[in-house]
């Protein structure tokens, strides 16, 4: 493989149909409904009359990438190895994809559960980064919130520090090797939904939609699959303090072969920049798997 695109939102899309126009075999990893115009409705675009579907556009899009020859895996991705020039990106599934450039497409944002407690203890035992918080949580009682990969994984990297694992899931939206690999890591699985967060001064308790409760130290939610600010650090590639990866006009960030674009970048977080910065990257990232001078 030449190329994956992790993403599949705007700028993903978009580095894809250049990259496969390019003539770059281009895997691009990611599911839809993760995008951030999905189920909205988009009216500041170009050539974009009243108001248009964002769940329409995305899959007119992935139809175009799919017809200049890009693959599309909907799963989410898990990790990406870093070794000499090439990477090797591990989806939820399992597998693996080689290939000799990543481009980072799948956005920065945190999403909320938006229950009573989550925004008084945030920093008080409430993360949405159990990789970057996980040894605060040594020898404690931590609950994990969230239905799809990232959470997954997060509830069996908690097991090498805390002493009990809950993994909070109503919805299971991840792969059975997922969750196979949390359970025999020895994650209690609690399939409910949470309600609220209790404490003092830091958490002391999960409450859950059935009424029940559980007793932890520590909640972390995480409710999608690793953001490509996660992803990055797989890759030596250091996020700024928000979150954003720097990336010069090329769209190529401090890493040979590895290319960002979209709301990973920062702000303006609209989708006229996106396309335009896949754009950038995909153009980018074939002339560099072509070996072309200046790249």
């Known amino acids: 493989m ?3 695109i992790i993403g599949a939102g705007p700028a993903g899309i978009q580095a894809a149909i250049h990259a496969s126009r390019g003539k770059a075999a281009v895997t691009m990893i990611g599911k839809r409904e993760n995008s951030a115009i999905f189920g909205t409705h988009v009216e500041n675009y170009f050539a974009i009359g009243g108001k248009a579907n964002g769940s329409e556009m995305l899959d007119v899009g992935i139809a175009q990438a799919e017809a200049f020859g890009t693959k599309h895996l909907e799963e989410n991705v898990t990790s990406i190895i870093k070794s000499e020039n090439m990477f090797t990106v591990i989806t939820e599934n399992g597998s693996g994809i080689t290939a000799k450039a990543i481009i980072l497409a799948s956005g920065v944002s945190r999403m909320k559960l938006n229950i009573p407690g989550e925004k008084e203890f945030f920093g008080k035992g409430v993360s949405y980064c159990a990789e970057c918080d996980c040894n ?27 002493s009990h694992v809950f993994w909070i899931t109503k919805d299971t939206r991840t792969s059975d090797v997922m969750i196979k690999k949390a359970a025999d890591a020895g994650v209690e699985i609690i399939n409910e939904k949470a309600s609220e967060i209790k404490g003092k001064e830091n958490v002391k308790q999960l409450v859950l939609t059935d009424g029940s409760a559980v007793d932890v130290d520590g909640v972390f939610i995480e409710l999608g699959g690793r953001s490509s600010s996660d992803l990055a650090m797989d890759v030596d590639v250091l996020p700024d303090a928000d979150g954003t990866v720097r990336t010069d006009e090329r769209c190529r960030t401090s890493v040979t072969g590895v290319y960002a674009c979209g709301d990973i970048t920062g702000k303006p977080w609209q989708i006229a920049k996106a396309v335009g910065q896949g754009a950038t990257a995909g153009l980018n990232a074939v002339s560099y798997v072509k070996g072309n001078a200046g790249e």
């Open 2 to 4: 030449d190329i994956v």
């Open 136 to 162: 605060f949580y040594k020898g404690k009682r931590v609950a994990v919130i969230g239905d799809e990969s990232e959470a997954a994984a997060s509830a069996e990297l908690m097991t090498q520090y805390a």
